[in-house]
């Protein structure tokens, strides 16, 4: 699918949450998820945390202006990547240096939103309580410094995205399309979860975007 978009794209192994969290890195706070979530995370949960932030720290290693992360269960349909680079630049346009990331997996559920704009018929909305789920997210460099220098970034204390959703609520920064951008595929992990709640789902892949001229390219 990335190829038809004519991207070039790397795929980021997983992390895998059943080996525990690397020495040395991320906190997993199994009083605080308890607190927050009425549970502890199981190693699935735990697992995709860290490769999201595996996948920030990779983006904010280079030098790209922005980086698209895709679940690699996501459907891309076609001239996703065109709208992608068209939603960024009126986003640069509008809002500078003050916009941290586009959750373009995912709708907007009804409220905690204004229309910012619509673009090639894509109505995009700012976004007080990011919807949930992280099939596929666009970063700003600042969006993922703010994020991986937050508590959420330092402490893992329950599942991404909502981890993410209590984040970006507090930055008022975050945008989403009206209706979802892309679909997921059904097919299971090769990461087996063991906990209460299953995840019949895909791992990480990370697409890192240098932004040139109005045109995405990835390296």
């Known amino acids: 699918m990335l190829d038809r978009e004519q991207v070039a794209w790397r795929r980021m192994p997983a992390v ?15 009083a605080a998820a308890i607190i927050r979530h009425d549970r502890p995370l199981n190693t699935g949960e735990i697992g995709c945390y860290l490769s999201h932030i595996k996948a920030l720290r990779m983006f904010l290693a280079g030098e790209a202006a922005c980086a698209v992360v895709l ?31 586009v959750n373009f997996g995912s709708a907007q559920r009804p409220g905690f939103q204004d229309t910012a704009f619509t673009e090639n018929g894509i109505e995009v909305r700012r976004s007080t309580y990011m919807p949930l789920s992280t099939p596929g997210i666009m970063w700003t460099r600042a969006g993922a410094e703010a994020y991986v220098s937050s508590i959420f970034g330092q402490n893992i204390r329950g599942p991404v995205d909502t981890e993410m959703r209590s984040h970006f609520a507090r930055r008022g920064r975050s945008f989403v399309p009206a209706d979802t951008m ?4 059904d097919f299971s992990s090769e990461i087996a979860v063991s906990g209460s709640r299953t995840q019949p789902k895909g791992r990480i892949g990370a697409l890192h975007i240098v932004k040139s001229c109005g045109i995405f390219q990835i390296i």
Request: proline share 4%; with cysteine; glycine share 10%.
């Open 16 to 30: 895998d949450g059943r080996q525990g969290i690397p020495e040395g890195d991320y906190d997993y706070d199994e």
């Open 71 to 101: 679940e690699d269960d996501i459907d891309i349909p076609s001239g996703t990547f065109e709208n992608l680079n068209a939603i960024a630049a009126k986003l640069d346009e509008f809002y500078g240096d003050t916009w941290d990331c």
């Open 182 to 185: 892309t679909s997921r595929l």
